[in-house]
């Protein structure tokens, strides 16, 4: 449908706020086609939604399930059926939020048994992902050169 690429994956860092008025991630509507959102917080929650009485809603974390974003893409392939999600992060917790030095690992019950489960650092992870998709770019050369993939 698209020969753009359109995907992507981040751990990102949401700083914890102190103030009521303090958002980690201000109001917006995601550009592409979804998200989807792993709330790994401690049952706390910092994601909030803007519903159709234009009025905050909390979106806590429930446990073993992602929360799915509609985008803007999606809204505009499917004519407005699928409206895009209004949505920011407001972290109350006091603890901050993963970032690009995260540890993830193979989830509990995935994978093929008897194969070791994989951990890898998000940031690492996703920085050789980008470097392989752009393998001609100076910065993907550069990188094998250094044996870094």
Same mark, same amino acid.
């Given at each position: !449908?698209? @020969?753009?690429? !359109?995907?992507?994956? /981040?751990?990102?860092? *949401?700083?914890?706020?102190?103030? $009521?008025?303090?958002? &980690?991630?201000? @109001?917006?509507?995601? *550009?592409?086609?979804?998200? =989807?959102?792993?709330? =790994?917080?401690?049952?706390?929650?910092?994601? #909030?939604?803007?519903? *159709?009485? &234009?009025?905050?809603?909390? +979106?806590? $974390?429930? %446990?073993?399930?992602?929360?799915?974003?509609?985008?803007?893409?999606? #809204?505009? +392939?499917?004519?407005?059926?699928?409206?895009?999600?209004?949505?920011?992060?407001?972290?109350?917790?006091?603890?901050?939020? $993963?970032? #690009?030095?995260?540890?993830?690992?193979?989830? $509990?019950?995935?994978?093929?048994?008897?194969?070791? /489960?994989?951990?890898?650092? +998000? &940031?690492?992870?996703?920085? #050789?992902?980008?470097?392989?998709?752009?393998? %001609?770019?100076?910065?993907?050369? +550069? @990188?094998?050169?250094?044996?870094?993939?």
């Amino acid at each position: !449908m698209s @020969a753009f690429p !359109m995907s992507g994956l /981040r751990a990102l860092h *949401y700083p914890t706020q102190e103030a $009521p008025t303090d958002v &980690g991630i201000g @109001a917006h509507a995601d *550009y592409s086609w979804f998200t =989807l959102v792993n709330q =790994l917080s401690l049952g706390v929650p910092a994601l #909030e939604v803007l519903n *159709y009485n &234009g009025e905050w809603i909390s +979106a806590p $974390p429930v %446990k073993d399930s992602l929360v799915v974003n509609v985008g803007d893409f999606l #809204e505009m +392939a499917t004519g407005g059926r699928f409206v895009s999600t209004v949505h920011r992060v407001v972290n109350r917790t006091g603890q901050e939020s $993963p970032s #690009e030095d995260v540890l993830v690992e193979t989830l $509990p019950g995935c994978g093929v048994v008897g194969e070791e /489960r994989v951990s890898v650092v +998000a &940031g690492e992870w996703q920085r #050789e992902r980008l470097l392989r998709a752009r393998y %001609k770019h100076p910065s993907s050369v +550069a @990188a094998r050169e250094r044996g870094e993939i």
